[in-house]
C-alpha cells in the first residue's frame, strides 16, 4: 500500500524521528524517516535522522551510505555540513570497531 504524504507531514515525521532518537527508540525513527524518504522528501535532515537511526540499529554501511548522499545534496545548509561531517567520522569509527569486535 503506498501512500504519498504531504509536506507537512513529512516535516511532523521527521521531527518526531528526532524524538525518537532521543527517547532511544531508533527503530521507530527509522520507520518515519524512512517513510518520509518512500514519499521522496529527502532532504538534508531527513537523511541525517534516517542515518542516525540506522547507526544506532548497527547498520553502520547504510548509515554511511546515506549521510554522505545527505553531505553532497546542494540544499544542505553551511552550518549543517560540519556536523554531519563529524558525524560521517563517528559512523566510520564505530563501523571499524565494530569490525574488529566480529
Not at 542516525?52 to 554511511?64: G, H, R, T, W, Y
Not at 551510505?65 to 558525524?87: C, D, N, T, Y
Not at 569509527?93 to 566480529?102: G, N, P, Q, S, V
Amino acid at each position: 500500500r503506498e501512500t504519498t504524504l504531504s509536506l507537512d507531514c513529512a516535516v511532523l515525521l521527521c521531527n518526531r524521528a528526532a524524538c525518537y532518537l532521543a527517547l532511544g527508540t531508533p527503530q521507530f525513527a527509522f520507520a518515519d524517516t524512512h517513510r518520509c524518504c518512500d514519499s521522496q522528501f529527502e532532504w538534508p535532515k531527513v537523511l541525517y535522522r534516517l542515518s542516525v537511526s540506522l547507526e544506532a540499529l548497527k547498520d553502520f554501511e547504510n548509515a554511511e551510505r546515506i549521510l554522505e548522499q545527505a553531505i553532497l545534496q546542494p540544499s544542505v545548509l553551511a552550518e549543517m555540513k560540519p556536523k554531519m561531517e563529524a558525524r560521517l567520522a563517528l559512523i566510520k569509527e564505530a563501523a571499524k570497531k565494530d569490525k574488529i569486535a566480529m
